[in-house]
């Protein structure tokens, strides 16, 4: 089982921009000690052979087709309700400074 030390733990907090207390670097080294550990377990299955999963629900995407429609309202007629514009386009305050 791989067993982090608490240099390691330090480290990843530092890289992670965490700031971690002594009971949680020891808490963090036990934890991730013990993820590491199930990982191992992992590789120790043949999985030549094996595809990969992408997909285990058996779900599959739902496209629209891309039509135009048209609803029979042109830009200048849009344009024509707004308050302000500018060069064919609604004009409105600044949002970002």
Same mark, same amino acid.
Not at 4 to 9: G, Q, R
Not at 35 to 55: A, K, R
Not at 78 to 97: C, D, H, I
């Given at each position: ?6 240099d390691d733990?330090?480290?990843?907090a530092?890289?992670? *921009?965490? *700031?971690?207390? +002594?009971?949680?670097t020891t808490q963090f080294?036990?934890e ?11 590789? =120790? /299955? ?13 779900l599959?995407?739902v496209? *629209?087709? +891309? =039509?135009?429609? +048209?609803?029979?309202?042109?830009p200048? +007629?849009l ?5 302000a514009?500018?060069?064919?386009? /609604? ?7």
């Amino acid at each position: 089982m791989a067993k982090l030390s608490k240099d390691d733990v330090l480290k990843l907090a530092r890289l992670s *921009r965490l *700031r971690l207390t +002594d009971e949680e670097t020891t808490q963090f080294q036990t934890e991730i000690s013990a993820i590491l550990g199930y990982v191992e377990q992992l590789s =120790e /299955f043949d999985t030549n052979g094996l595809l990969p999963t992408s997909q285990v629900t058996g779900l599959t995407n739902v496209l *629209r087709k +891309d =039509e135009v429609i +048209d609803y029979g309202a042109s830009p200048s +007629d849009l344009l024509k309700n707004a308050p302000a514009t500018e060069k064919n386009q /609604f004009k409105v305050k600044r949002v970002l400074g």
